[in-house]
């Protein structure tokens, strides 16, 4: 759509629910979930917005959800449960070389990236239904547990970066 809202036009022409659409640093691609093709499980979608063609990344049994790109556009982040649960996951852009961070016996989701691409955070809810905020490197290393309160501590973003000219004062 334009941005005053007019001329919208339906991207995924799908008859079910899309959703969490995340856009590519380029702005050529909208990553999103979607249980398109089985309403029992969700897969994980990317659109060309200029051809509208469409790519499952996943295609698998799973409910994969919550995929958010990668700063530099080159993997993306996403939920997948495995037995029951939700793992952190990362895949390259064409969903190649799938590999799980997380491992836990635990639900985790909503990962968001570091605007540097080092860290991922994302949810994690234990036994108890208590959400914390966990941060691990990139390569799934380093969990520090970030919040550790009985509050319910849910969708975790980072802040943009913002380069500062200090010879400009911008």
């Known amino acids: 759509m334009d941005d005053d809202g007019a001329n919208q036009r339906n991207l995924s022409n799908s008859p079910s629910s899309d959703t969490g659409p995340s856009w590519s640093a380029d702005g050529k691609a909208l990553l999103y979930t979607s ?6 499980k969700s897969d994980i979608y990317t659109i060309n917005i200029e ?3 469409q790519l499952n990344l996943t295609q698998n049994a799973n409910r994969n959800r919550s995929a958010r790109w990668s700063p530099d556009g080159k993997q993306i982040a ?3 449960e495995v037995n029951d649960k939700g793992d952190i996951f990362v ?3 064409d969903g190649t070389a799938k590999t799980n961070l997380t491992h836990s016996p635990e639900e985790e989701t909503n990962p968001s990236w570091s605007p540097d ?3 991922i955070v994302f949810e994690f809810i234990d036994n108890d239904s208590n ?8 390569d799934g290393s380093n969990r520090v547990n970030l919040t550790r ?3 319910w501590d849910v969708y975790p973003a980072w802040n943009p970066v913002r380069l500062v000219d200090k ?4």
Not at 167 to 170: E, K, P, T, V, Y
């Open 78 to 80: 996403y939920s997948s």
């Open 91 to 93: 895949m390259n852009f």
């Open 131 to 138: 959400n914390e905020i966990i941060r691990i490197n990139a």
């Open 35 to 40: 249980s398109k093709e089985d309403w029992s």
């Open 51 to 53: 051809t509208s063609e």
């Open 117 to 119: 691409g080092t860290m």
């Open 167 to 170: 010879d400009n004062d911008r």
């Open 149 to 151: 309160n009985p509050a």
